[in-house]
């Protein structure tokens, strides 16, 4: 299993502005996600965080809008950039940690309001 | 486009008794996981059981156990002896078998699960 913590738990920002959000995980990780889980819907992937590499993004997310890093196989951040009420959500990170036969695991997320 | 449909926005039993939630998907894979996620107030998201669709003999945890129909491209749980930390909402999700990397799950909308004492 993997133990993956996620800072802030959770945060009200004012629109036009920025947040990162850190994703650390207690082992090394083969794959990293970001979700999205606006309020009382499901989940929906946003991107694939790849190590040393751009993030690989699904259809209607693009990088300008959710800046994502990997800098090594524990950590991942993504930044919601130009921040909007339809921003308000929970965001949360998400690990294979030995690959695709693997479970995957979520992080605890963070509950994002913007006003 | 993989879809996932939960087709029950939520669903109530007694405690002590025998639920089943509803999951149908639709793929043109053959090989992909299925898998039912359980989220709690506390929003953290706890997997419950999962299969791999290869595999013809249905998944079972504890409590918890799947029908799994390929060919009808069907995935509900049954949760026997519901208690009452089961109450949460209830995910199916789907991945496909990509061979070398993996993609992310695909998700259901979700079932409410109300247990009443």
């Known amino acids: 299993s993997a133990v993956i913590s996620q800072k802030p738990s959770r945060d009200i920002c004012q629109r036009g502005t920025s947040l990162t959000i850190q994703c650390q995980v207690d082992?090394?990780?083969?794959?990293m996600f970001w979700y999205r889980q606006q309020p009382g819907q499901s989940l929906t992937l946003i991107a694939t965080?790849?190590?040393?590499?751009?993030?690989?993004?699904e259809s209607g997310f693009v990088i300008d809008k959710f800046p994502i890093s990997r800098p090594n196989l524990t950590f991942s951040t993504l930044t919601v950039s130009n921040m909007s009420p339809e921003d308000s959500s929970i965001y949360l990170c998400?690990?294979?940690?030995?690959?695709?036969?693997?479970?995957?695991?979520f992080g605890p997320g963070t509950r994002l309001t913007v006003l | 486009a993989q879809t996932v449909t939960q087709s029950q926005p939520e669903m109530s039993v007694q405690e002590a008794e025998t639920v089943t939630l509803s999951c149908t998907y639709d793929?043109?894979?053959?090989?992909?996981?299925l898998f039912w996620y359980k989220q709690p107030p506390s929003r953290q998201m706890i997997l419950v059981i999962r299969q791999e669709a290869y595999k013809q003999q249905n998944a079972t945890e504890n409590r918890f156990s799947v029908n799994f129909q390929k060919a009808a491209k069907s995935f509900s749980l049954k949760i026997s002896d519901s208690q009452l930390g089961d109450a949460a909402m209830y995910f199916c999700a789907y991945r496909r078998y990509s061979g070398g990397g993996a993609d992310g799950l695909t998700f259901g909308k979700g079932t409410h699960l109300i247990i009443q004492p």
């Open positions: 998400s690990v294979l940690p030995g690959g695709e036969g693997d479970t995957q695991y």
């Open positions: 793929t043109s894979e053959s090989d992909y996981y």
């Open positions: 965080a790849n190590q040393g590499s751009e993030a690989t993004y």
């Open positions: 082992s090394q990780v083969t794959m």
